[in-house]
Structures are given as structure tokens and as C-alpha cells.
């Protein structure tokens, strides 16, 4: 148990990376086409978030290549109770994430 919290701990790094990047990404390019869309002759803010939205898809796709090297390194054998709980704890995440969303938007609107 303690080699497999050690292991999390270690991809913990990357994972962030990749909800960060993934954040990026979805803030960026959306906030780009709203502003090229609502506001006639505004590139610059445009500019920023399309920068912002390829450097989040940038950092995305290199913490999932890094999380697959380290998956490959690990050589443990995985059961199907393991993949059950780890899909339980990547979903608890997502759900976690959503409600946090759904939160922010219920007070800004």
C-alpha cells in the first residue's frame, strides 16, 4: 500500500499539469471565438487567449505522455478491483470539478 501511495504521489505532478492545461484549453479557446465573435476589431484580447488556449493543449498533451511513461514503467500487475478503483477516483474528480463549475456559474449568473 505505501509503494502505491508513493507512485500516486509521483504522478501527482502530472496530473495536475494535465487538469491545468485541460483548464487552460477550455478557457482559451472558447474566450477567444466570444471575443472575436461579440466585439468587432479587439485581436489583441483575442491574441491572448488563443495563445492561452495552445499552450494549454501544449501542456495537456505532454503531462498525458509523461503519465503514460510512467504507466509503462510500472510494471505492477493490475487486477480488476484496482481498475474499478481507480476509475472511481478519476470519476469522483471529474464529478468533483463539474459541481465546482456548476457552482461558479449558479453565483455569476
Known sequence: M???FKSDVRKLPLIIGKVAGGILAAIGIPGAIFIISRTPGR??????????????????????????????????????TKKTKESLIVWAILAA????????????V
Request: net charge neutral; glycine share 10%; proline share 2%.
Open 97 to 108: 470539478l463539474a459541481g465546482v463549475f456548476i457552482f461558479i456559474t449558479y453565483l455569476l
Open 2 to 4: 505505501f509503494e502505491q
Open 43 to 80: 485581436t489583441q484580447g483575442a491574441l491572448t487567449f488563443s495563445i492561452a488556449g495552445v499552450i494549454g493543449i501544449a501542456i495537456f498533451i505532454a503531462c498525458a505522455a509523461g503519465l503514460k511513461r510512467t504507466h509503462e514503467n510500472n510494471t505492477q500487475p493490475t487486477t480488476a
